[in-house]
C-alpha cells in the first residue's frame, strides 16, 4: 500500500550550472504529472512524464526544476545592419559638412542597436541533460519511498479502523438477537390481546405483526456487513493499487449501517449505529490517501 502523499527534493552541479530538483505529490483521483520547468528543459518534459506514469498510479504530481549558473551565450553579428548604420553615419557628416571617423564609429558600432545580437544557447550540453535526469530520478525516487513509508503507516492506522467496526457489529449482532426476541413477546402479547377483540380480525392482525418482524430484521444487512468488512482487510493487506475499490467497500459500508440505523428501534442499538458511521467515516476519509 501506498499513500499518494511524498517529497523528494535532490541538488546537482555541473561545471557551470546548478540543478535542483523538487517532486511533491498530493492526492488525486487520476494520475496528473505538472511541470515547472526552465525554458532550457522543455524538451524534456515527455520522458519526464513517462517516468512519472511508471513510478506512480495515481495523485496530482508537481515537478519543479530550477537551473542557476552561467548560460552559454551565442553572439551573432548583423553585417547588413552594420553597414547601414555606417552608411548613415557617413550621410549626417556630409550633411553637417564634418569629417567622418571611421575609428569612433567602431567603437559605438557594438552598442547600436541590431548589430549584434546576444542569444543563450536554448540545449543544454550533454553533460547537464545527465546531470537533470540524474537529479529528477533521485528526487522521484524519494518521492516515491515516502508515498511507501506514509502507506504503511496508513495501512496499520485502516487495519486499526476495521478491528474496531467488527467489534461494533459484533455488538450490533449480539444485541440483534435480544432486540429482536424482545419485540416478538412484545407482538406475541399484543396478538393475545387482539383475539380478545372482536373488532380485530386476528389472523389479518397476524399477517401484520410478521411483516413488521421481517420489516425490522438486520439479519442481511449484518451479513452484507461482515462480507465488506473481510474485502476491506484483504484489500488493505495486499500488494497493489486498490484505493479506488477501498473507497467503494466504504460506501457500501456505509449504506448498510445506515439501513441497520433506519431499522433500529432500540436506544442502545442506535448508539451502536451511530459509533460505526464514526468509524467508517474515518476510514472514508484515511482512503482518500491511497494510491
Not at 553579428?77 to 553597414?83: G, H, I, L, P, S
Not at 557628416?93 to 571617423?101: G, P, V
Request: aromatic share 6%; hydrophobic share 40%; with cysteine.
Amino acid at each position: 500500500m501506498k499513500s499518494m502523499t511524498g517529497y523528494g527534493a535532490v541538488e546537482k552541479r555541473t561545471a557551470q550550472t546548478e540543478i535542483s530538483v523538487i517532486v511533491k505529490t498530493v492526492n488525486g483521483r487520476f494520475l496528473e504529472p505538472r511541470f515547472h520547468l526552465p525554458k532550457e528543459y522543455f524538451f524534456l518534459e515527455t520522458q519526464l512524464k513517462r517516468e512519472v506514469s511508471e513510478k506512480f498510479a495515481r495523485g496530482t504530481v508537481d515537478v519543479f526544476i530550477h537551473r542557476r549558473g552561467s548560460a552559454d551565450l551565442k553572439v551573432k553579428f548583423n553585417q547588413k545592419n552594420a553597414k547601414r548604420w555606417v552608411e548613415a553615419h557617413r550621410e549626417l557628416a556630409r550633411s553637417l559638412n564634418i569629417s567622418f571617423d571611421a575609428n569612433l564609429l567602431l567603437e559605438r558600432l557594438s552598442s547600436l542597436p541590431q548589430v549584434f545580437e546576444l542569444r543563450e544557447a536554448n540545449e543544454p550540453k550533454p553533460d547537464e541533460k545527465r546531470a537533470v535526469l540524474q537529479a529528477f530520478r533521485a528526487a522521484l525516487k524519494r518521492c516515491h519511498e515516502e508515498r511507501v513509508r506514509e502507506g504503511k503507516s496508513l495501512q496499520n492506522h485502516l487495519l486499526r479502523i476495521l478491528h474496531d467496526l467488527q467489534a461494533v457489529v459484533a455488538k450490533i449482532e449480539k444485541l440483534r438477537a435480544i432486540v429482536q426476541e424482545e419485540l416478538e413477546v412484545k407482538l406475541r402479547d399484543r396478538l393475545e390481546r387482539t383475539k380478545k377483540d372482536s373488532s380485530v380480525d386476528p389472523a389479518r392482525f397476524a399477517q401484520e405483526l410478521v411483516f413488521y418482524l421481517d420489516k425490522s430484521d438486520v439479519t442481511e444487512e449484518l451479513v452484507r456487513l461482515k462480507e465488506h468488512l473481510q474485502m476491506c482487510a484483504k484489500h488493505v493487506r495486499v500488494v497493489g493499487v486498490h484505493g479506488k475499490k477501498l473507497d467503494f467497500y466504504g460506501q457500501e459500508l456505509l449504506r448498510e449501517v445506515n439501513t441497520i440505523g433506519s431499522k433500529a428501534n432500540h436506544a442502545q442499538l442506535t448508539e451502536f449505529v451511530v459509533e460505526g458511521k464514526g468509524l467508517i467515516e474515518a476510514f472514508k476519509e484515511q482512503v482518500q490517501n491511497i494510491e
